[in-house]
């Protein structure tokens, strides 16, 4: 009998020892909500960029990217990606994403060769673009309308966060 006492206390011992590895692992290497800013501007070869988390996200957790659309009344405008922006000649492209758990691609997807674009329409469209990269986690995904930037980082609570940068 104590023998089998001594094996179950065994037995939970090595069980709890594991689970604090297991938990000091994923605060280590993942996060749940979070929000990042990145700065980029698209090469004209392929009209995408790559940016690269520090750490994994949770394989059920989903990221969405605003685009920095502009200023109203001094507050930044964002707005949910993918985007479509459309020119008086019938031209479009859309701002859309990709993402794995390390790392996401912007890209654009045109229905013309983009390198016609004028400057001015280069200059606001293609140069110099701030994304805002917010996880969420998985749980949280089908439970409310993300398509307000303030909203969104109020909802998850990360209204008073660092927002940290990206490269």
Known sequence: MKKIILLFVALIGVV???????????????????????????????????GNFSRDIFPSDHLLIYRLYGKDNGNDVWRLIPQTVYFNNGDEFNYNY???????????????????????HWNEYIMNQVFRIVVVPGRLLNKMDYSDYDITILTLGLENEEIKQLK
């Open 16 to 50: 709890s020892l594991q689970s604090c590895e297991v938990n000091e692992i994923r605060d280590q290497q993942v996060f749940e909500a979070e929000v990042f800013e990145f700065p980029a501007s698209f090469n004209n070869n392929q009209f995408s960029v790559i």
């Open 98 to 120: 990709d993402f794995t758990k390390r790392d996401f691609k912007i890209f654009l997807e045109p229905n013309f060769d983009l390198t016609t674009l004028s400057d001015q």
